[in-house]
């Protein structure tokens, strides 16, 4: 069974699609989706050689190891254009994704970019969209104990460009008004209020980090909250 987060990450593939599932760790998604006949074909890589291991002993325990491919490299250094259709990349920094993507020599034929940054996700949005890709949903939920979002792109230009605050916390989670996104902002609100106070009261002079998320928090509330989306 999957976890919530990638049992999201799955449900947002497009059926028949040929998949790179990239860091598979145990082989999981690629697993589910072969399975239940969601895609005919998918590639689980990983650049150490332990989940790879690992991914090839549960492909073969399900008996799918003629659908299921697994690629020990780093990032998608051994794809080729055409190979696949969707991109998973989930569990990692959006720095590191950023990079994976800036590396890869076959971003100009995938169809679908399917990512899960851990931290950093308004750097995922924008490389996103200076790759030239618009992103066409996004959903936010709390998985044991944390709070992940997950990013669905399709190639061709965003039509309306986003703002910081957009960038920070997701158009479209805004402007669903995604109720996981409205407890983010809630607890990241309590949160740093408390520590900007505790700051203020030890006259810390390393106050600017917790200034400025509250201040970005300020504006993603008044945004959730307001009718512009």
Not at 49 to 57: E, V, Y
Not at 92 to 110: A, F, P, R, W
Not at 129 to 135: D, F, S, T, V
Not at 172 to 195: A, G, H, M, T
Request: with cysteine.
């Amino acid at each position: 069974m999957l976890s919530k987060r990638l049992q999201a990450v799955a449900d947002m593939v497009t059926p028949q699609n040929i998949v790179a599932d990239i860091g598979t760790d145990h082989g999981y998604v690629p697993i589910y989706l072969i399975k239940r006949n969601i895609v005919p074909f998918a590639y689980a890589l990983d650049i150490n050689n332990g989940p790879i291991q690992r991914a090839t002993k549960n492909i073969a325990e399900e008996g799918l190891s003629d659908r299921i491919k697994t690629i020990q490299c780093d990032g998608m250094e051994k794809l080729a254009p055409g190979m696949i259709d969707t991109v998973i990349i989930a569990g990692m920094g959006g720095e590191l994704i950023v990079n994976i993507l800036k590396n890869s020599k076959v971003n100009h034929t995938i169809k679908e970019l399917i990512l899960s940054p851990h931290k950093a996700s308004d750097m995922v949005r924008k490389y996103i969209i200076e790759m030239g890709w618009h992103i066409v949903d996004e959903k936010m939920l709390m998985d044991a104990g944390k709070y992940y979002n997950i990013i669905k792109a399709h190639p061709g230009e965003e039509k309306n460009p986003y703002g910081e605050t957009e960038y920070i916390y997701g158009r479209i989670l805004l402007r669903e008004k995604n109720p996981v996104l409205k407890e983010y902002l809630e607890n990241q609100y309590n949160k740093f209020s408390l520590i900007l106070e505790t700051m203020k009261k030890n006259n810390s002079k390393d106050i600017v980090y917790a200034e400025q998320v509250l201040k970005y928090n300020r504006k993603g509330r008044e945004a959730y909250d307001s009718c512009k989306y």
